[in-house]
């Protein structure tokens, strides 16, 4: 991880902050807010102080104390209620992309679920903590000189001026840990996730009988990333040493100076005549001007958490190209013509391929597991990238259109729908199917005694994955929402797998008797539906 | 706490071993808070001095000693520096040494448990619940030194109001005890509802999320991507609004604390303000000073409930385990529901779905309680041995084949760790695997990713097939070795299965919906649902 990517990964956050509209008025006023109660806070018990306990005082006191525990209770309400937007966002940008995925991507289908749910919730304290803690110590230390000015302008001047070596060590100690403190957090990730895959692997670890082992691994992974560590963080804690210098050294300067000035002891002369309620005031201020700064490091896990997600999030979502939307074009049945294509995932070549899926017909896909007959369908959609090669159906060619999404229909062996009715699944094949139509298709794929069977009939619920329905009657239902397309191109993925005998028969009838105006593709292990196809090509 | 727990037991005699660190970072703990408090304080009394001596006069600034606070100024800023930077560094040191250990241990303990609580543990969300809980032990125990720091930073500032006012000092530590009893009481009252919802809801949109993402062609064909976003969508409200109901409570919380920190502050100031102006401003900014210091033991007391949880989940691991007892023999005879088996016997194992074919090798293997006197070893029935007694009996390839995270070398080394690579090539030949591993980038050294991701289903069950080929037991156990595979594959490998359990002369139990491996056996073991 170079520093570059690393700017690249905070640009990347501060963006996705601003498009979920930063609420960055409020939060800066709630800052401003905080300081000016700090110094009412510093008035009213120097008043006190200097012998005025008198009731208003006291009230002012308390006052100013709760009204500055309430804006740190509003920014935080604020801060959360940003960081959900920004996250929601990121999702949604996301979750396109993941449903876009082509066949073969790098990114694992586990790893890109751990993406989106794991990773954007790791980066709720980047939002929600670091950045406002940022925002405040880059406001709130100014501000604060600002009100001790109003008391004592020189002891003001000594705060700013100890920015100087703050500056200069957090430059020092920044640039020898940032790196390493990545590096450092990348391991403890990876002795984290070796241990839970281990664990997760415990049944075979179990059956192997490779416990010790497996132990002995994980212990020597958990010593070599502790011992590794322990370099990085005598680098790392400068910065937390370096903190705690400037805010006493901040402390120690004003009082010096303000004792002095009092005693009439300044070996200069100074441009203001100190009091004590002036001196006290801006005494009582002096821990205020880097408490901020402190807050803001005490968030650097949080930091660290979002940056390493944002780095993940970020290589998801710039590989996606999100296909082009295919037009819908209402064509008529056609040739499906493949001339020399080569489909690639990882160290995998499908083909070349050379094959022609005729019209009102059906073709078998066929071959070993593994042999890309998925793959060869989705590529047919844009979802897995071609090699080289073309696909062209009645004269249009695949790559201009950017895949046959719009002409095509698909079921396949696990169906997913969308949270509604079984007639609303249905109703939303395409655009124009009736609660008629999609009750008669329902009826046309053997579907009636499973509705007749259920107390609401078409109206019965579904989740994503139709719980509730079994296997077969999902296949059958998917079979209906691909049969309602109006589309000339019908993509079955294993239709049969898992089926009994008779349901299979059924199934592979109702496929023979979809080709009539469509060009049916099945990509199938199941020797009877390929019997039953016009035509077979076999994968290698 | 009525039994000790074994997870806190661990971690003090880690604590012990590693005393020397903690010491010293408890000390330095207790340094910088100290140091914190008393450097405002005696900023305060030297601003107050200086000006009654101002005010009195040149004699009286002649009489003021102002080399002792100004020495003392830069003895407390050392002290609060190299102490928080000693604190950090040893805290971190003795935590590193001492979870180092823990891992591994879990790990121990986990493979050491009753085979349920195990498995039970190594699913999918347990085992990043365990991380997590893993984690929170770590975090509590950099905190180790927080009581000392607070203990520090509250002992210095009461000394340094009590000269002002015995009572302000009485209320300023009330003051702090009401917020840590707060924290305790509170936290996690506020806090686990919301944090369980939270995980509930990042499951549900994790289970949707993997429906869609496994039907994207569909979705893709009748345009309703959009849709199945919309409705993703829905699920991560629900987790963004726990995730805020989660975070309102800790605001809450916080509120909460800095109510309390204010009275505290105006009483004591209410109390010393008549105490002179020296020892009142000491006073005064020592409590405000002194908060500081306690902010640690604050925050360890908020999470106090979240670590006792994890702990709780985390003892089971840590009970010892039962003691072993003398293996099998490798000529053991075995018998399964009356079906007697002599060494190199090959039983078939068939029925519907859900008999409970997968579950009787599970058993054998010990990852599941056998019933009673289904399964006999030598005679004796397997219940009566301790689970796990057989294992050495078994080379099981499983139907979910799980594989380890690495390479291909390392799964296959998984059934024989010292095998060389012309071994391990066999298996695959075997396996029928060996062409496809060729064609890999690395051959054998390949990376297959997150539990071996990169490889097809098929390849995982013929990787895992090889692994349990390669393991030097007598009896194979193979769970539906050929599904997913075609005919062709499928004769091929059973055909490699025959030659090399003729060579080896081991057994075997196989279960199968499939005909072809059923034609290897010998025996058989039809199995009926039971009434």
């Given at each position: 991880?170079?520093?570059?990517?690393?700017?690249?990964?905070?640009?990347?956050?501060?963006?996705?902050?601003?498009?979920?509209?930063?609420?960055?008025?409020?939060?800066?006023?709630?800052?401003?807010?905080?300081?000016?109660?700090?110094?009412?806070?510093?008035?009213?018990?120097?008043?006190?102080?200097?012998?005025?306990?008198?009731?208003?005082?006291?009230?002012?006191?308390?006052?100013?104390?709760?009204?500055?525990?309430?804006?740190?209770?509003?920014?935080?309400?604020?801060?959360?209620?940003?960081?959900?937007?920004?996250?929601?966002?990121?999702?949604?940008?996301?979750?396109?992309?993941?449903?876009?995925?082509?066949?073969?991507?790098?990114?694992?289908?586990?790893?890109?679920?751990?993406?989106?749910?794991?990773?954007?919730?790791?980066?709720?304290?980047?939002?929600?903590?670091?950045?406002?803690?940022?925002?405040?110590?880059?406001?709130?230390?100014?501000?604060?000189?600002?009100?001790?000015?109003?008391?004592?302008?020189?002891?003001?001047?000594?705060?700013?001026?100890?920015?100087v070596p703050f500056v200069a060590l957090m430059a020092m100690a920044g640039v020898a840990s940032g790196a390493a403190a990545r590096r450092q957090f990348e391991a403890l990730a990876r002795i984290s996730g070796l241990f839970v895959d281990r664990v997760r692997?415990?049944?075979?670890?179990?059956?192997?009988?490779?416990?010790?082992?497996?132990?002995?691994?994980?212990?020597?992974?958990?010593?070599?990333?502790?011992?590794?560590?322990?370099?990085?963080?005598?680098?790392?804690?400068?910065?937390?040493?370096?903190?705690?210098?400037?805010?006493?050294?901040?402390?120690?300067?004003?009082?010096?100076?303000?004792?002095?000035?009092?005693?009439?002891?300044?070996?200069?002369?100074?441009?203001?005549?100190?009091?004590?309620?002036?001196?006290?005031?801006?005494?009582?201020?002096?821990?205020?001007?880097?408490?901020?700064?402190?807050?803001?490091?005490?968030?650097?896990?949080?930091?660290?958490?979002?940056?390493?997600?944002?780095?993940?999030?970020?290589?998801?979502?710039?590989?996606?190209?999100?296909?082009?939307?295919?037009?819908?074009?209402?064509?008529?049945?056609?040739?499906?013509?493949?001339?020399?294509?080569?489909?690639?995932?990882?160290?995998?070549?499908?083909?070349?391929?050379?094959?022609?899926?005729?019209?009102?017909?059906?073709?078998?896909?066929?071959?070993?597991?593994?042999?890309?007959?998925?793959?060869?369908?989705?590529?047919?959609?844009?979802?897995?990238?071609?090699?080289?090669?073309?696909?062209?159906?009645?004269?249009?060619?695949?790559?201009?259109?950017?895949?046959?999404?719009?002409?095509?229909?698909?079921?396949?062996?696990?169906?997913?729908?969308?949270?509604?009715?079984?007639?609303?699944?249905?109703?939303?094949?395409?655009?124009?199917?009736?609660?008629?139509?999609?009750?008669?298709?329902?009826?046309?794929?053997?579907?009636?005694?499973?509705?007749?069977?259920?107390?609401?009939?078409?109206?019965?619920?579904?989740?994503?994955?139709?719980?509730?329905?079994?296997?077969?009657?999902?296949?059958?239902?998917?079979?209906?929402?691909?049969?309602?397309?109006?589309?000339?191109?019908?993509?079955?993925?294993?239709?049969?797998?898992?089926?009994?005998?008779?349901?299979?028969?059924?199934?592979?009838?109702?496929?023979?008797?979809?080709?009539?105006?469509?060009?049916?593709?099945?990509?199938?292990?199941?020797?009877?539906?390929?019997?039953?196809?016009?035509?077979?090509?076999?994968?290698? | 706490?009525?039994?000790?727990?074994?997870?806190?037991?661990?971690?003090?005699?880690?604590?012990?071993?590693?005393?020397?660190?903690?010491?010293?970072?408890?000390?330095?703990?207790?340094?910088?808070?100290?140091?914190?408090?008393?450097?405002?304080?005696?900023?305060?009394?030297?601003?107050?001095?200086?000006?009654?001596?101002?005010?009195?006069?040149?004699?009286?600034?002649?009489?003021?000693?102002?080399?002792?606070?100004?020495?003392?100024?830069?003895?407390?800023?050392?002290?609060?520096?190299?102490?928080?930077?000693?604190?950090?560094?040893?805290?971190?040191?003795?935590?590193?040494?001492?979870?180092?250990?823990?891992?591994?241990?879990?790990?121990?303990?986990?493979?050491?448990?009753?085979?349920?609580?195990?498995?039970?543990?190594?699913?999918?969300?347990?085992?990043?619940?365990?991380?997590?809980?893993?984690?929170?032990?770590?975090?509590?125990?950099?905190?180790?030194?927080?009581?000392?720091?607070?203990?520090?930073?509250?002992?210095?500032?009461?000394?340094?109001?009590?000269?002002?006012?015995?009572?302000?000092?009485?209320?300023?530590?009330?003051?702090?005890?009401?917020?840590?009893?707060?924290?305790?009481?509170?936290?996690?009252?506020?806090?686990?509802?919301?944090?369980?919802?939270?995980?509930?809801?990042?499951?549900?949109?994790?289970?949707?999320?993997?429906?869609?993402?496994?039907?994207?062609?569909?979705?893709?064909?009748?345009?309703?991507?959009?849709?199945?976003?919309?409705?993703?969508?829905?699920?991560?409200?629900?987790?963004?609004?726990?995730?805020?109901?989660?975070?309102?409570?800790?605001?809450?919380?916080?509120?909460?604390?800095?109510?309390?920190?204010?009275?505290?502050?105006?009483?004591?100031?209410?109390?010393?303000?008549?105490?002179?102006?020296?020892?009142?401003?000491?006073?005064?900014?020592?409590?405000?000073?002194?908060?500081?210091?306690?902010?640690?033991?604050?925050?360890?007391?908020?999470?106090?409930?979240?670590?006792?949880?994890?702990?709780?989940?985390?003892?089971?691991?840590?009970?010892?385990?039962?003691?072993?007892?003398?293996?099998?023999?490798?000529?053991?005879?075995?018998?399964?529901?009356?079906?007697?088996?002599?060494?190199?016997?090959?039983?078939?194992?068939?029925?519907?779905?859900?008999?409970?074919?997968?579950?009787?090798?599970?058993?054998?293997?010990?990852?599941?309680?056998?019933?009673?006197?289904?399964?006999?070893?030598?005679?004796?029935?397997?219940?009566?041995?301790?689970?796990?007694?057989?294992?050495?009996?078994?080379?099981?390839?499983?139907?979910?084949?799980?594989?380890?995270?690495?390479?291909?070398?390392?799964?296959?080394?998984?059934?024989?760790?010292?095998?060389?690579?012309?071994?391990?090539?066999?298996?695959?030949?075997?396996?029928?695997?060996?062409?496809?591993?060729?064609?890999?980038?690395?051959?054998?050294?390949?990376?297959?990713?997150?539990?071996?991701?990169?490889?097809?289903?098929?390849?995982?069950?013929?990787?895992?097939?090889?692994?349990?080929?390669?393991?030097?037991?007598p009896w194979l156990l193979l769970d539906e070795p050929t599904e997913g595979l075609d005919r062709a594959v499928e004769a091929d490998l059973v055909a490699a299965l025959d030659r090399r359990l003729a060579r080896t002369?081991?057994?075997?139990?196989?279960?199968?919906?499939?005909?072809?491996?059923?034609?290897?056996?010998?025996?058989?073991?039809?199995?009926?649902?039971?009434?």
């Amino acid at each position: 991880m170079t520093a570059s990517d690393t700017r690249a990964d905070r640009r990347f956050l501060a963006a996705a902050a601003r498009e979920a509209r930063t609420p960055a008025a409020a939060l800066t006023l709630l800052t401003l807010a905080a300081v000016a109660l700090t110094a009412g806070f510093a008035f009213c018990l120097t008043r006190a102080l200097t012998g005025d306990v008198s009731p208003p005082v006291l009230a002012g006191l308390a006052a100013s104390l709760m009204g500055r525990a309430l804006t740190g209770w509003a920014s935080s309400r604020l801060a959360a209620r940003h960081a959900r937007r920004t996250k929601a966002n990121l999702r949604r940008a996301a979750l396109g992309v993941a449903l876009a995925r082509r066949r073969g991507d790098a990114a694992s289908l586990g790893e890109i679920t751990a993406m989106l749910v794991d990773e954007i919730e790791a980066m709720d304290g980047y939002f929600s903590q670091f950045l406002p803690a940022q925002r405040d110590a880059r406001i709130a230390p100014l501000v604060i000189a600002g009100a001790v000015a109003l008391a004592s302008p020189v002891a003001a001047v000594v705060l700013l001026l100890t920015l100087v070596p703050f500056v200069a060590l957090m430059a020092m100690a920044g640039v020898a840990s940032g790196a390493a403190a990545r590096r450092q957090f990348e391991a403890l990730a990876r002795i984290s996730g070796l241990f839970v895959d281990r664990v997760r692997a415990l049944p075979v670890i179990l059956t192997f009988q490779a416990e010790a082992r497996e132990t002995a691994r994980v212990a020597a992974a958990a010593e070599a990333a502790g011992a590794r560590t322990m370099a990085v963080l005598r680098v790392a804690f400068i910065s937390t040493a370096a903190l705690e210098f400037v805010s006493a050294l901040a402390i120690a300067l004003v009082a010096v100076y303000a004792g002095f000035s009092l005693l009439g002891l300044l070996p200069f002369r100074p441009p203001e005549t100190l009091d004590f309620p002036r001196a006290f005031f801006a005494l009582t201020l002096a821990p205020e001007f880097y408490a901020a700064s402190r807050r803001l490091a005490g968030a650097y896990h949080e930091k660290q958490l979002g940056e390493a997600a944002a780095a993940r999030l970020r290589s998801l979502l710039d590989r996606a190209e999100t296909p082009r939307e295919a037009p819908a074009i209402a064509g008529t049945a056609a040739d499906v013509r493949l001339d020399a294509v080569t489909l690639r995932f990882g160290d995998v070549v499908v083909g070349p391929i050379d094959a022609v899926f005729a019209s009102n017909s059906v073709t078998a896909i066929v071959g070993p597991t593994g042999s890309g007959k998925t793959s060869l369908l989705t590529a047919l959609l844009g979802l897995t990238a071609m090699d080289s090669g073309a696909v062209s159906m009645g004269g249009l060619d695949m790559a201009e259109a950017g895949g046959f999404a719009g002409l095509a229909a698909w079921a396949g062996q696990s169906p997913a729908f969308l949270p509604g009715s079984i007639l609303d699944n249905l109703m939303a094949a395409a655009p124009g199917v009736t609660r008629e139509s999609a009750l008669a298709m329902a009826d046309h794929v053997g579907l009636t005694a499973a509705l007749e069977r259920r107390r609401q009939g078409g109206d019965t619920a579904l989740d994503e994955r139709g719980s509730g329905l079994s296997g077969g009657e999902r296949r059958r239902l998917a079979l209906a929402r691909a049969l309602l397309k109006p589309a000339p191109l019908l993509l079955l993925d294993e239709p049969t797998a898992d089926l009994d005998p008779l349901a299979e028969a059924e199934i592979t009838a109702l496929i023979r008797q979809a080709a009539a105006g469509r060009t049916v593709v099945v990509a199938t292990h199941s020797e009877s539906l390929a019997a039953a196809a016009d035509q077979i090509v076999r994968l290698a | 706490m009525n039994a000790p727990s074994p997870t806190r037991a661990f971690l003090a005699a880690r604590a012990r071993r590693g005393w020397p660190d903690l010491l010293a970072a408890a000390a330095c703990g207790a340094a910088t808070a100290g140091a914190t408090t008393l450097l405002l304080g005696l900023s305060g009394w030297f601003l107050a001095g200086a000006a009654l001596a101002g005010a009195g006069g040149p004699l009286a600034v002649q009489a003021f000693n102002y080399l002792l606070p100004s020495a003392g100024f830069r003895a407390l800023a050392i002290l609060r520096t190299g102490g928080r930077y000693g604190e950090r560094l040893l805290g971190h040191r003795a935590a590193f040494g001492a979870l180092a250990a823990l891992r591994p241990a879990l790990f121990a303990g986990l493979a050491a448990s009753p085979p349920e609580q195990a498995l039970r543990l190594s699913s999918g969300e347990a085992s990043a619940r365990m991380v997590q809980d893993v984690n929170a032990t770590e975090t509590m125990f950099v905190r180790r030194s927080a009581p000392w720091a607070a203990a520090a930073g509250a002992g210095a500032a009461a000394a340094a109001i009590a000269p002002a006012s015995g009572w302000a000092a009485l209320v300023f530590l009330a003051g702090l005890g009401l917020q840590l009893a707060v924290s305790e009481a509170l936290a996690g009252r506020m806090t686990d509802g919301p944090a369980r919802q939270t995980q509930q809801a990042a499951g549900r949109l994790k289970g949707a999320l993997n429906t869609y993402m496994a039907a994207a062609a569909e979705l893709r064909c009748f345009g309703l991507t959009d849709a199945a976003v919309e409705a993703l969508m829905t699920h991560d409200a629900a987790l963004g609004g726990a995730m805020i109901r989660a975070r309102d409570a800790e605001a809450l919380l916080g509120l909460t604390q800095s109510a309390i920190s204010a009275v505290t502050l105006v009483l004591v100031a209410a109390l010393t303000a008549h105490g002179g102006l020296a020892l009142a401003a000491l006073a005064v900014l020592a409590a405000l000073a002194g908060q500081e210091g306690v902010l640690g033991l604050l925050r360890a007391a908020e999470q106090n409930s979240a670590y006792a949880e994890a702990v709780r989940r985390l003892d089971p691991l840590l009970e010892a385990p039962p003691a072993a007892s003398a293996p099998p023999t490798s000529g053991s005879r075995l018998e399964i529901d009356g079906v007697a088996l002599e060494p190199g016997d090959r039983l078939s194992v068939t029925g519907v779905s859900g008999v409970g074919k997968t579950r009787t090798l599970e058993a054998l293997v010990g990852l599941c309680p056998p019933a009673a006197g289904r399964i006999r070893i030598d005679g004796t029935p397997l219940e009566d041995r301790p689970p796990g007694w057989a294992r050495p009996l078994f080379a099981f390839a499983p139907q979910d084949c799980r594989l380890l995270t690495g390479t291909v070398a390392e799964n296959l080394r998984l059934g024989r760790p010292d095998a060389n690579d012309e071994t391990l090539w066999e298996a695959l030949a075997d396996a029928r695997l060996d062409t496809r591993v060729r064609q890999l980038s690395q051959g054998l050294a390949t990376w297959i990713g997150d539990g071996g991701d990169q490889l097809s289903g098929g390849e995982r069950r013929r990787l895992s097939l090889a692994r349990a080929y390669l393991r030097d037991a007598p009896w194979l156990l193979l769970d539906e070795p050929t599904e997913g595979l075609d005919r062709a594959v499928e004769a091929d490998l059973v055909a490699a299965l025959d030659r090399r359990l003729a060579r080896t002369g081991q057994g075997a139990v196989i279960v199968s919906h499939r005909p072809a491996p059923i034609t290897l056996c010998n025996r058989s073991l039809p199995m009926e649902p039971r009434a």
